[in-house]
C-alpha cells in the first residue's frame, strides 16, 4: 500500500507560478509510474503529466512547455513545476501512482494510488 499527500496549491494571478509537491509513503519502491491529474467541478478528470520508470516524462498538450514533472526518489517525492500558470489551469490537482514501469495510456482508471487533492486556482 501507498500514501500520497499533496501540497503547494494555492491562489495565484495569471502568469504567475506554483510548485506542487506529493509525499509518498508506504511501499514506495513497487510505485514506478507516478503522475499529476486535474479536475473541475463537472468535468473528468485529466492527467496533465506523468513521470516513469527511467524518468521518461510526458505531458498534456495543454501544458507541454510550462509544467515539468520530476521527483526525488530519496525523499519518496514528486514535484509538479507550474509556470506561465492561465486561468483553465484552476482546478484540484491529484497525485496518482501506479505500479506499472511505463505510465499507462488509460485514464484515472489505470491508477491505484491517489492522494486527497490540492487546489489551485489562477485568476485573470
Known amino acids: 500500500q501507498v500514501q500520497l499527500v499533496e501540497s503547494g496549491g494555492g491562489s495565484v494571478q495569471a502568469g504567475g507560478s506554483l510548485r506542487l509537491s506529493c509525499a509518498a509513503s508506504g511501499n514506495t519502491g513497487s510505485t514506478y509510474c507516478m503522475a499529476w491529474f486535474r479536475q473541475v467541478p463537472g468535468k473528468e478528470r485529466e492527467k496533465v503529466a506523468g513521470?516513469?520508470?527511467?524518468?521518461?516524462?510526458g505531458y498534456a498538450a495543454s501544458v507541454k512547455g510550462r509544467f515539468t514533472i520530476s521527483r526525488d526518489n530519496a525523499n519518496n517525492t514528486l514535484y509538479l513545476q507550474m509556470n506561465s500558470l492561465k486561468p483553465e489551469d484552476t482546478g484540484m490537482y491529484y497525485c496518482?501512482?501506479?505500479?506499472?514501469?511505463?505510465?499507462?495510456?488509460?485514464?484515472?482508471?489505470?491508477?491505484?494510488?491517489w492522494g486527497q487533492g490540492t487546489q489551485v486556482t489562477v485568476s485573470s
Open positions: 496518482a501512482g501506479t505500479q506499472s514501469f511505463w505510465c499507462p495510456d488509460g485514464g484515472p482508471a489505470a491508477y491505484i494510488y
Open positions: 513521470i516513469a520508470g527511467f524518468d521518461n516524462t
